[in-house]
């Protein structure tokens, strides 16, 4: 089992442009969230997905969107990007029955915004 | 507002000496609590969580309510001990994916050998 796979690993964008980060869960898992890694910081939450739906949305603006498809899998849309949008975004999967267990999570994708 | 503390950013421990790795948080509902580590150039990945009550590599951790902590312990440190550890609090609303983990900053410890 692969785990949570994201893809890109790396990305360097400019100011403004729009920006696709992509998410495998873990085999079996149905629910996906997405967090923010500042250098330094700790994980911030901006959303979960379960059944095809943003479920809970942590304090980020509507810049920040996503998608869960059928297949559980996840993007992170974010646009009109800005300089303090650089980060480490990691994806986690659970299942929502036993989420009480811990996620699982990926090795993220560095966003790099210049 | 629910809210995670760790305290110390850096934590430097000889081999073989007690570790602590503080955490308090701050959640007027029934708390969950986990720990994670990220060893170096590994993902982020669970260790403990407290409901469970164990013990993993050695470390536990006991969910004081009244103190609102819940502070990592291992009795005798061991070199691949050296990570970031980070303490985060879940808070489920529903049944139905509306939950969050909200993540303290995070405690570097080095184990010195």
């Known amino acids: 089992d692969a785990g949570v796979t994201q893809s890109p690993t790396h990305l360097i964008k400019t100011r403004g442009q729009q920006v696709t980060l992509r998410c495998s869960p873990k085999s079996g898992h149905d629910t996906v969230s997405w967090y923010q890694q500042a250098l330094g910081q700790g994980p911030q939450f901006i959303f979960q997905y379960y059944e095809e739906e943003e479920r809970q949305r942590g304090n980020f603006p509507d810049r920040f969107s996503g998608h869960q498809f059928p297949n559980y899998s996840s993007e992170l849309n974010v646009n009109a990007l800005l300089l303090g949008d650089s980060a480490l975004y990691l994806c986690?999967?659970?299942?929502?029955?036993?989420?009480?267990?811990?996620?699982?999570f990926g090795s993220g994708t560095r966003l790099t915004v210049v | 507002a629910q809210r995670v503390t760790q305290p110390e950013k850096l934590l430097s421990v000889f081999k073989g000496a007690p570790v602590e790795l503080k955490c308090n948080y701050s959640?007027?509902?029934?708390?969950?609590l986990f720990w994670y580590v990220q060893y170096s150039r590994q993902r982020l990945q669970l260790l403990l969580r407290?409901?469970s009550r164990e013990s993993i590599k050695g470390f536990t951790a006991d969910l004081n309510k009244g103190e609102t902590s819940f502070h990592l312990k291992k009795p005798f440190a061991q070199e691949e001990d050296s990570a970031m550890y980070y303490c985060a609090l879940r808070i489920s609303l529903s049944n139905f994916g509306n939950e969050k983990l909200t993540f303290g900053t995070g405690t570097r410890l080095t184990i010195i050998p």
């Open positions: 407290h409901i």
């Open positions: 959640y007027s509902g029934s708390p969950e």
């Open positions: 986690a999967s659970s299942l929502l029955a036993v989420s009480s267990y811990g996620y699982t």
